[in-house]
């Protein structure tokens, strides 16, 4: 089992940058694919991007394909997303996750632990 904390989220103008970072406890974080999802008000969670266990492989929406990056340091247990050139529809909740699947999915179902989000706003 693995616990998951997200931080960094915040207000930024539009153009700006933020970067969300998740902390996992456990020893076996490097076993874990995980990624970020996010809710905005009155929508359906949507996947973000996510990254393998060893992270030399990452899967990004396309809607923020070229603006985000998500990384992971398995030494810190720790997994971020670089948010840049942001825009007010990338306002909503972002969720980190951890799935025990090897394959790096889209799908929210295949995620078995998550956070408990962080807010990030962004103004026009």
């Known amino acids: 089992q693995v616990q998951l904390v997200e931080s960094g989220g915040g207000l930024v103008q539009a153009g700006g940058s933020l970067r969300l970072s998740c902390a996992a406890s456990g020893r076996t974080f490097s076993s874990y694919t995980m990624g970020w999802f996010r809710q905005a008000p009155g929508k359906e969670r949507e996947f973000v991007a996510a990254i393998n266990r060893s992270g030399t492989s990452t899967l990004y929406a396309n809607s923020v394909k070229g603006r985000f990056t998500i990384s992971r340091n398995n030494a810190k247990n720790t997994v971020n997303l670089q948010m840049n050139s942001l825009k007010p529809e990338d306002t909503a909740v972002y969720y980190c996750?951890?799935?025990?699947?090897?394959?790096?999915?889209?799908?929210?179902?295949?995620?078995?632990?998550w956070g408990q989000g962080t807010q990030v706003t962004v103004s026009s």
């Open positions: 996750a951890a799935s025990t699947l090897v394959v790096v999915s889209t799908t929210s179902r295949a995620y078995d632990y």
